[in-house]
Structures are given as structure tokens and as C-alpha cells.
């Protein structure tokens, strides 16, 4: 997908810019205003070892649950090529991810998500801000949109990397966008299993806020409905 740009201004030089930044910023991740547009950075980190992989693996062999076996996240350029490539897929497939804007082998720039200077929140950190808020009608939305977006994603045919409701964000038209893709899940395990493994990551990290704000029962309903769906 092409970078936006706006009718009154030339579109800034992307690739000179990343170049310039990754040799420059003192943090991998880090945000910059170009022009008048937010921009991240992202830069290659240290490349991961394979050890925490391999006995992981041998865990799920052991317990015969394909959906625990590890999907590896090797760091590094690697982790860079598999970011870029599957953000432009997801955008291609209709999925709601950053653009990316230029990329290089050692990091990538990629939009951001809200307006320039505009803090957006994780679906996790709305959910808490619900349950914090006593809003139980509200915390049921939100779950329910986190749910309709892993639903969304594997109609068309693919999967998150860690659905976990952190990398689930709100955008500022209260649709919800996807982050965080350094590891590609369908390439070591069959695609049935990446949709349950989404599926886990998000009841995982979301269990918590039903439990506190006492929506669990209607929770169990509505994961019911969502499986009996095919959604999973």
C-alpha cells in the first residue's frame, strides 16, 4: 500500500529519512514527526537464539498439542523482512495495520495509527479503562470487537502473530488496527492452528478484565457463540 499524501504538500523522501534515523536514534522503536505527519522507526534489535524454541517444541510434542508449539522469532533483520512483508499482506487482504512507508534491511518506517501528536491506546488498556470505570456494558463491546477482529482476519484467510489484546489498538475512528508481526505463525504451523492459537492469545490476555468486572458469564456466552460461528 502506497503512503498517504497530502494535495498541498510534496511526499517526504520515507527511504532518506529511515536511513538517516536508524543510524541516529538512541532506541529501536521510537516515533518522529516528518513534515506534518507522525512517523514510526523500527530497527533491527539483537538477532534471538534457538534454545527456548527447541524445548518449547519438545514440550508440545510431549503434551500433543500442536497449538503449543513455538513459532520462532529469530530478532534481527529477519524479524524486520517478516514485519514488512506481512504488514503489506495484511493490508492487501483488507486487515487494518501501520503502512508501511520505507523499509530497509535493518528497520522500516511504518505510519501512525492516530493523528500527529494523538496518544492511542491498546484494546487491553480501553478495556481496563472500563472495567477501572465500573462500565460493564462498555467492557463487553470492547472484548466483543476484539473478538470481531480475529474473526475478520481469518475470513480472510490468514493470522495474527501474538493476538494478544496489546497489540489489538484502537484507532481514532474507534476501529481497531493490528501491530507487532516479527514472527509469521503460518509457516510453521497449519493455519486451523494458527486461528486457535490467536484465539488462546486473546482469551489469555483478556480473562483478567472479565473476571474483575464480573462478566464472565456473558463472556462464556458470547466465546460460545463466537466459535460456534467457525470463527476459531
Not at 24 to 47: C, D, F, S, Y
Not at 119 to 145: C, F, K, P, R, Y
Request: charged share 15%; aromatic share 6%; net charge neutral.
Amino acid at each position: 500500500m502506497d503512503a498517504p499524501a497530502h494535495p498541498d504538500n510534496p511526499t517526504p523522501d520515507y527511504a532518506a529519512f529511515l536511513q538517516q534515523q536508524l543510524a541516529t536514534q538512541p532506541h529501536n522503536v521510537m516515533a518522529h514527526v516528518l513534515g506534518h505527519e507522525q512517523v514510526w522507526i523500527k530497527r533491527a534489535g539483537t538477532p534471538h537464539g534457538t534454545g527456548r524454541y527447541r524445548a518449547m517444541a519438545v514440550l508440545a510434542g510431549l503434551l500433543r498439542l500442536p497449538v503449543l508449539r513455538p513459532v520462532p522469532n529469530p530478532g534481527g533483520p529477519a524479524a524486520i523482512a517478516t514485519e514488512v512483508r506481512r504488514l503489506r499482506d495484511l493490508a492487501a487482504r483488507g486487515i487494518r495495520v501501520p503502512v508501511v512507508l520505507a523499509a530497509l534491511p535493518h528497520g522500516f518506517a511504518m505510519c501512525h495509527l492516530g493523528h500527529t501528536g494523538q496518544e492511542i491506546h491498546s484494546l487491553g488498556n480501553e478495556i481496563d479503562h472500563a472495567v477501572q470505570a465500573g462500565d460493564t456494558a462498555t467492557v463487553l463491546a470492547l472484548w466483543q470487537q476484539g473478538l470481531d477482529t480475529l474473526a475478520h482476519v481469518h475470513r480472510q484467510g490468514t493470522c495474527l502473530s501474538q493476538a494478544f489484546a496489546r497489540n489489538l489498538v484502537r484507532c481514532p475512528d474507534g476501529e481497531v488496527a493490528c501491530i507487532d508481526f516479527e514472527d509469521d505463525p503460518a509457516a510453521v504451523l497449519p493455519l486451523a492452528v494458527c486461528h486457535v492459537r490467536d484465539a488462546l492469545c486473546y482469551a489469555h490476555s483478556t480473562a483478567i478484565y472479565l473476571h474483575a468486572s464480573g462478566t464472565v458469564t456473558e463472556g462464556r456466552a458470547r466465546w460460545a457463540a463466537w466459535v460456534a460461528r467457525g470463527s476459531a
